[in-house]
């Protein structure tokens, strides 16, 4: 248990669903992120939230469209994805550095599949 | 270039022999350096992290910070099978507008018997 909990851990879709990933931490950090990794590939950073701020945007087609209600939890939603997307989605959390070590504890990552 | 550089290997260590994973970095702002090991089908998970110049120890592993040459990088002792995996370099950024962890592509280490 990491405490950064993502669901789901699987999902098939197809390339007119709408769907969403979840990712909830229990560690009281105020950083999240959303990092893609592709088979064979570095993982990507796609967005990362701030105090519940969208900080970073790196260059990512607009299907994906990421949301934090609040520090605690963040959603990543996806519509009309394309069969390169199949990837493995990683949510991370970090702490603020004025209030302690900053390094990121990821979730299990949910195995997209784009069909 | 690219902001967190290794080299994707793979590197092939004998068992019991020391492993050396090397990083470097563009931004010279970096504050804090961390090392993941992630294994096939895993998530990453942190092994060590440093912010201050010179070495540091935890156990078999030790990494080494150079701010000035912008390189850090992780030494494993008395190498495992087990430690066969992917390990990679993240490199922490405060900017303006917030945290930015930032991640090389990974070296994959193979520990052979």
């Known amino acids: 248990e990491t405490g950064v909990t993502q669901t789901p851990r699987h999902l098939v879709m197809g390339m007119t669903n709408k769907k969403s990933l979840k990712c909830e931490q229990h560690?009281?950090?105020?950083?999240m992120y959303w990092y893609k990794q592709s088979a064979k590939k570095p993982l990507e950073l796609m967005f990362v939230?701030?105090?519940?701020?969208?900080?970073e945007n790196n260059s990512v087609p607009s299907r994906f469209s990421p949301e934090c209600p609040n520090s605690s939890h963040l959603f990543l939603h996806l519509h009309t994805l394309q069969p390169e997307d199949s990837a493995l989605y990683l949510c991370?959390?970090?702490?603020?550095?004025?209030?302690?070590?900053?390094?990121?504890?990821f979730g299990q990552g949910t195995r997209l599949t784009v069909v | 270039q690219k902001e967190v550089e290794q080299n994707s290997g793979p590197l092939s260590v004998p068992e019991g022999a020391i492993a050396s994973l090397n990083c470097t970095y563009s931004?010279?702002?970096?504050?804090?350096f961390f090392w993941y090991r992630q294994y096939s089908g895993k998530s990453p998970e942190l092994i060590m992290f440093?912010?201050?110049?010179g070495d540091k120890e935890d156990g078999r592993f030790t990494a080494q910070l150079n701010k000035a040459s912008q390189y850090v990088s992780l030494l494993i002792r008395d190498s495992q099978p087990s430690d066969s995996a992917t390990y990679l370099c993240?490199?922490?950024?405060?900017?303006?507008?917030?945290?930015?962890?930032?991640f090389g592509t990974g070296t994959q280490l193979k520990v052979e018997l």
């Open positions: 993240a490199v922490y950024l405060l900017t303006g507008g917030g945290n930015k962890l930032t």
């Open positions: 939230y701030n105090f519940k701020e969208q900080t």
């Open positions: 440093i912010y201050s110049n």
């Open positions: 991370a959390s970090s702490q603020d550095p004025g209030q302690g070590s900053t390094e990121a504890f």
């Open positions: 931004d010279r702002g970096s504050q804090s």
């Open positions: 560690l009281g950090h105020n950083a």
